[in-house]
Nanobody
Framework: QVQLVESGGDSVQAGGSLTLSCVTSESINEFNDMTWYRQAQGNQRELVATVTRKGDTNYDESVKGRFTASRDNAKNTMYLHMNDLKPEDTAVYYC????????????????????WGQGTLVTVSS
């Protein structure tokens, strides 16, 4: 069973920095897209940043220039480096990953399976 374990959440003041980690139980090279999502209290879960298998990245407009997502193949870890944090960044941050469906044995079966981590809380105070 694929597992994703996030860590690094903390309470910081506005303008501060944090780095979140998402460690995979399988070789990170096997995963397709890996994505950071966040969910603030009372809000829907929203995409923050995606890192493809090739290392290409995409960011939500609200974090561009402040957040950097990356994958470290040697450590089987995806990171989210967060700078210039704002109170509106306060949320539970989740790691999501697409893993190959090796049991796909019929036409039309999903090519990838989706896995989520348990989340890590980031609190930014003004």
């Amino acid at each position: 069973q694929v597992q994703l374990v996030e860590s690094g959440g903390d309470s910081v003041q506005a303008g501060g920095s944090l780095t979140l980690s998402c460690v995979t139980s399988e070789s990170i090279n096997e995963f397709n897209d890996m994505t950071w999502y966040r969910q603030a209290q009372g809000n829907q879960r929203e995409l923050v940043a995606t890192v493809t298998r090739k290392g290409d990245t995409n960011y939500d407009e609200s974090v561009k220039g402040r957040f950097t997502a990356s994958r470290d193949n040697a450590k089987n870890t995806m990171y989210l480096h967060m700078n210039d944090l704002k109170p509106e960044d306060t949320a539970v941050y989740y790691c999501h990953a697409e893993y190959p469906n090796y049991d796909c044995s019929y036409y039309g079966c999903p090519r990838y399976l989706n896995f989520w981590g348990q989340g890590t809380l980031v609190t930014v105070s003004s």
